[in-house]
């Protein structure tokens, strides 16, 4: 949706690739399929290994033990001024500068999404 919407170089992390929803060849496949593979990929490999030196922006979908895990590695990766935007899950001790509730339509289940916006 960065490159997308925005024209941003976008990089995504998807370590599953199995059945039966195959994330990483699919969301590969999509990436290929909108024509945006010039903007776009995704790496499979352990988004905790990940540099979080270089974005300017990093969003993540991960469960809260993941954002536990995650949360020290990018205080001490990320450059200043980077944001960070989660999605559903906080991270704790970090306050967020704005939180948002969006209504999905039918493609998204109906339910709704709280997305957390932090700026470091
Ligand atoms: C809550 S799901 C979000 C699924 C999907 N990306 C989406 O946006 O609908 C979290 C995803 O993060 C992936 N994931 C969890 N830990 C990871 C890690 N350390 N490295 C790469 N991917 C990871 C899981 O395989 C899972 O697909």
């Known amino acids: 949706m960065a490159a997308q919407k ?26 290929k399929e909108l024509g945006l593979a010039k903007l776009a990929t995704i790496v499979k490999e352990d988004l905790m290994k990940a540099d979080f030196s270089k974005p300017d922006m990093i969003t993540v979908y991960l469960l809260p033990s993941s954002n536990d895990k995650i949360q020290p590695l990018l205080e001490k990766g990320m450059r200043k001024g980077t944001r960070v935007v989660s999605h559903d899950f906080e991270f704790r001790g970090w306050k967020a500068e704005k939180t948002i509730t969006v209504e999905d339509n039918d493609e998204g289940f109906g339910r709704s999404h709280t997305l957390y916006l932090y700026l470091r």
């Open 6 to 31: 925005f024209g941003a170089h976008s990089v995504g992390y998807e370590i599953s690739d199995e059945e039966p929803n195959y994330l990483y060849s699919k969301s590969m496949a999509r990436i």
